[in-house]
């Protein structure tokens, strides 16, 4: 790919990752206001729980991952095999690949949520609050509103790559796969390093000290991966 149609296929990228960003923004933000309603409700800790989570970030992958591998690589598609249509095989590969992993987010987002719900209740005892000013703390829309943002973001750079590189894999084609990096100056520096590398698509990119697979892997930790930015596409060896 020439450095135009790299800057091309980003913005492409970024255009639909900010719409399905928006898309689950609200229904993120809406499972962690749930998850502080959990507290509100019974007073207790223990019953903050990531079920209702993990079923947005499950849908998120399966969605997203599915739209953008149609949606950049169709020709791809064509020498694929099997019964399943398209989008339907994609999805089947992303809840095979990664709902256990999706289920182990949803545990730290939510661990996330009690450690910032703690952090309430003892500014709330030093301060000798009461439960009412307490709640009124917890139901400010900031406490979950920058949060889901970010996940939003994180989740969909990773899925929307993830679903990608499942097509590209399932075709059997001798492909590489290039890094392009966000096309501004708030990239990181490792993802600026790695920008325009070509590699197998087996193979793994090194990332600062991380072997991640495509921008958003989580193996990448998250110094790597959150509000990362960056797209892979595939090149024909």
Not at 92 to 120: G, P
Not at 149 to 175: D, H, M, Q, Y
Request: hydrophobic letters at 40%.
């Amino acid at each position: 790919m020439t450095p135009t149609e790299q800057s091309e296929f980003w913005l492409k990228f970024h255009r639909f990752q900010m719409r399905y960003e928006l898309m689950y923004y609200a229904r993120i933000n809406k499972a962690l206001k749930a998850q502080v309603q959990d507290y509100i409700s019974t007073e207790n800790l223990m019953n903050v729980n990531s079920a209702g989570l993990y079923i947005v970030l499950l849908d998120l992958w399966k969605t997203t991952g599915a739209a953008w591998a149609k949606h950049t690589n169709p020709g791809l598609s064509k020498k694929a095999g099997g019964q399943m249509g398209f989008s339907e095989r994609i999805v089947s590969f992303m809840q095979q690949y990664f709902s256990i992993d999706l289920l182990n987010d949803a545990e730290n987002i939510t661990r996330t949520t009690i450690r910032l719900i703690q952090e309430v209740l003892s500014e709330a005892a030093l301060d000798g609050w009461s439960f009412d000013e307490i709640v009124k703390r917890l139901i400010r829309p900031d406490f979950t509103a920058k949060r889901a943002r970010l996940i939003a973001r994180t989740e969909t750079v990773g899925a929307a790559n993830a679903g990608s590189l499942l097509n590209a894999n399932s075709t059997g084609l001798e492909l590489n796969k290039i890094w392009i990096a966000a096309r501004d100056n708030r990239t990181r520096l490792h993802h600026r390093e790695v920008n325009q590398t070509v590699i197998p698509k087996d193979a793994k990119f090194q990332v600062g000290t991380s072997l991640m697979d495509y921008p958003g892997d989580k193996a990448g930790g998250a110094s790597e991966v959150c509000n990362c930015r960056c797209a892979i596409a595939f090149i024909p060896v």
